[in-house]
């Protein structure tokens, strides 16, 4: 379920905001988790993310069962399922059936994965970025069937599948959509060709970092220009989006984010890579770093969707309650 443009967004699709979730490994962990998505729907948050982790993270796939029971009206989403853990096959019938428990309120996130540790875990080989992306690029393929309730055969590097028909046939039609994360070059074709939403992402260091160059409005933009020119012309069907990393509500925004300067100088966060300078004019403008007040934040948001057209915004679990107040703000302005 992807919303088209809309006339009073000037063209630019209105906007829609995704609650991230987690849960510890503990069964106290897990009903907090139930309860993070019933708060997240109070909020008027549209969608709640279950990511996929092996430690101190809830099972996505079941979490999502039993919140399509939990909740009534927000959208389950999976951001992202690593793709080398699971064959499609299995995964789709896991899919298409949360989303007829939901009633159509699914939406499929994979991934090629970047987390090693999660595969070591399960003793299942990492593979090479190559790999992992080949891989994802034939899994997608095959989902893109199952999740119709279709028959797919395909016979690939990775994947044999022979006329397998995808069971039980999902609530949405003509399947529930597909979204990628991406922010490599690479990924972000291999997302321009298959989703119907992309959450566009930092690019990362060959250690895992994020890269501070892409949190800049200038690097966002050439990352959704190369979606643009790798979609052709299925580009204005694909809602594109992002998860803002941090949020900082202040009364003082030029002092804030000198403050965000001189903490990324001193090395925190310890998974960004400062592989560029950085000033406080970006900070201010950074789709994925949002400080000043509850209204400075809405006008940024708008700033980004005016610039780079994404409008589905996402915000980790220690940011849901921070940025709920910014939702009405934005809903009103529509």
Aim: some cysteine; proline content about 6%; aromatic content about 6%.
């Amino acid at each position: 379920m992807t919303t088209d443009p809309d006339a009073r967004t000037g063209g630019l699709r209105p906007f829609r905001f995704a609650a991230g979730g987690e849960g510890n490994r503990d069964e106290g962990g897990a009903r907090k988790f139930v309860a993070l998505a019933q708060r997240a729907q109070e909020y008027g948050y549209d969608t709640f993310a279950v990511p996929d982790h092996i430690e101190n993270q809830v099972g996505p796939l079941a979490a999502l069962g039993a919140l399509s029971q939990a909740t009534s009206t927000i959208r389950l989403a999976t951001t992202t399922l690593a793709a080398g853990l699971r064959h499609p096959v299995v995964v789709a019938k896991e899919a298409t059936t949360i989303d007829v428990l939901s009633k159509g309120r699914l939406e499929f996130g994979i991934g090629a994965s970047w987390l090693a540790e999660d595969f070591a875990a399960a003793g299942i080989p990492f593979g090479t970025p190559g790999q992992r992306l080949r891989q994802l690029d034939e899994a997608v393929t095959i989902l893109d069937v199952l999740l119709r309730g279709q028959e797919c055969t395909f016979s690939g590097e990775f994947y044999d599948v022979k006329g397998v028909v995808g069971t039980p046939r999902p609530r949405q039609g003509p399947r529930p959509p597909i979204q990628i994360g991406a922010g490599g070059p690479k990924m972000l074709e291999l997302a321009a060709k298959h989703a119907d939403i992309i959450s566009v992402a930092t690019g990362s260091t060959p250690d895992g970092k994020l890269k501070l160059s892409d949190m800049r409005m200038d690097k966002t933009i050439e990352r959704v220009d190369r979606i643009r020119q790798a979609a052709g012309e299925r580009f204005d069907d694909i809602e594109l989006g992002w998860t803002i990393a941090t949020i900082l509500i202040t009364e003082d925004r030029i002092s804030t984010a000198e403050m965000v300067i001189g903490a990324i100088d001193s090395g925190f966060p310890p998974n960004v890579a400062k592989d560029t300078d950085i000033t406080v004019d970006d900070i201010l403008e950074s789709p994925y770093i949002m400080c000043g007040t509850f209204e400075e934040i809405a006008e940024q948001v708008r700033t980004v969707r005016e610039r780079t057209t994404m409008s589905y915004v996402g915000v980790f679990p220690t940011q849901m309650d921070a940025f709920a107040p910014v939702i009405p703000i934005l809903r009103e302005a529509e």
